[in-house]
């Protein structure tokens, strides 16, 4: 059993290179049934965010009432279709990202940005998320429209008045270009590596902390 401290330490490329298999990406998406590809549903509408590492934060939001799906890749970039190490050098310009597509007659882009915020991670930290290093890691909202601007906007505001971190946050607002899907093995990686240590000790308690902040939102698989 790994101890906090020797838990913390690892970062995600040393539990990658630690990974036995490479697993292949379900046809459903844990027990939504949901697809993971275009074309989704009449009505639903896309939000991406960018907040670290991706394997975890997906779950994050698969777990919210009204989200028909969730996939991870790589947005905000210049470098067209990156792989992921090509990512990890630092030299595309991305950030690892989650796509979620929710039905806004269940679940409002607002409460997305409110977890996004609050939960997944810490929006104060500058090209870092926890034990992970570089730019590929940083805090991003990608928006589609005006709508989702504004509402990223405002939400900084709300939280900067309010002092709800100690540190300024440094989340960037940038508009969506284009997503790119990660490779197989990264997506339901959560799902599939539920005793991996970086996932008990990076993703599990905010998980947690998810359920207990947003007792209405969450639901269990």
């Excluded at 690892?10 to 459903?28: C, Q």
């Excluded at 915020?117 to 805090?139: C, K, L, N, W």
Aim: charged fraction near 20%; aromatic fraction near 14%; hydrophobic fraction near 35%.
């Amino acid at each position: 059993m790994f101890g906090l401290h020797k838990v913390s330490m690892i970062t995600k490329e040393e539990a990658l290179r630690g990974r036995a298999t490479a697993l292949p990406v379900p046809e459903k998406h844990f027990v939504s049934g949901a697809r993971l590809t275009p074309p989704f549903p009449a009505g639903m509408e896309l939000a991406t965010f960018g907040m670290g590492c991706f394997w975890g934060e997906e779950r994050k939001f698969w777990q919210l009432p009204g989200v028909y799906s969730t996939s991870v890749g790589y947005a905000g970039g210049f470098t067209p279709n990156p792989t992921y190490e090509e990512v990890c050098s630092g030299m595309t310009g991305h950030t690892e990202a989650v796509r979620v597509v929710f039905d806004p007659a269940k679940i409002s882009y607002e409460e997305l940005l409110r977890v996004f915020f609050t939960v997944a991670h810490d929006p104060t930290e500058r090209d870092r998320q926890g034990p992970d290093v570089g730019s590929q890691y940083r805090s991003v909202v990608f928006y589609r429209t005006p709508q989702q601007q504004a509402a990223a906007v405002a939400m900084i505001a709300e939280l900067e008045r309010a002092t709800a971190y100690p540190r300024p946050i440094v989340t960037e607002v940038m508009p969506f270009e284009r997503f790119f899907p990660a490779e197989a093995y990264h997506q339901d990686y959560l799902a599939h590596h539920l005793t991996n240590p970086y996932i008990v000790y990076n993703d599990l308690p905010k998980l947690k902390r998810l359920e207990e902040r947003f007792p209405k939102l969450y639901q269990r698989p």
